[in-house]
């Protein structure tokens, strides 16, 4: 069993940058896809970001390309979200999620959640 738990979300101003953190325990984080996920109220949750456990490849979505960046700590058992140029259309809540499959953005694809933290952007 896998616990994780999700910090550094804030309110910030539109063009501004915030890292969030996500730590893992109860287990192997060296062998785990990890995804970042966010939801807005009344709306399902979608993919943001990934990294793989096996050779810290990135992914993301179209929206946050060139602007978010995921990287992990194995040795801290931490991944990031750094994201930089905010805007208002990125206030969501924020999970961070744990997967054994290599590549996955499909939230039913991963096993483990945070338990998230809220982001807002104002204008």
């Known amino acids: 069993q896998v616990q994780l738990v999700e910090s550094g979300g804030g309110l910030v101003q539109d063009g501004e940058s915030l890292t969030l953190s996500c730590t893992a325990s109860?287990?192997?984080?060296?062998?785990?896809?990890m995804g970042w996920f966010r939801q807005e109220p009344g709306m399902t949750r979608v993919f943001v970001g990934a990294?793989?456990?096996?050779?810290?490849?990135?992914y993301y979505t179209d929206s946050v390309e060139g602007r978010f960046t995921v990287s992990r700590d194995n040795a801290k058992n931490t991944v990031y979200l750094q994201m930089n140029s905010l805007k208002p259309e990125d206030t969501a809540v924020y999970y961070c999620?744990?997967?054994?499959?290599?590549?996955?953005?499909?939230?039913?694809?991963?096993?483990?959640w945070g338990q998230g933290t809220q982001v807002t952007v104002s204008s």
């Open positions: 990294i793989t456990w096996t050779d810290f490849k990135t």
């Open positions: 999620a744990a997967t054994r499959v290599e590549i996955v953005t499909d939230p039913g694809g991963y096993v483990y």
């Open positions: 109860g287990g192997t984080f060296s062998s785990y896809t």
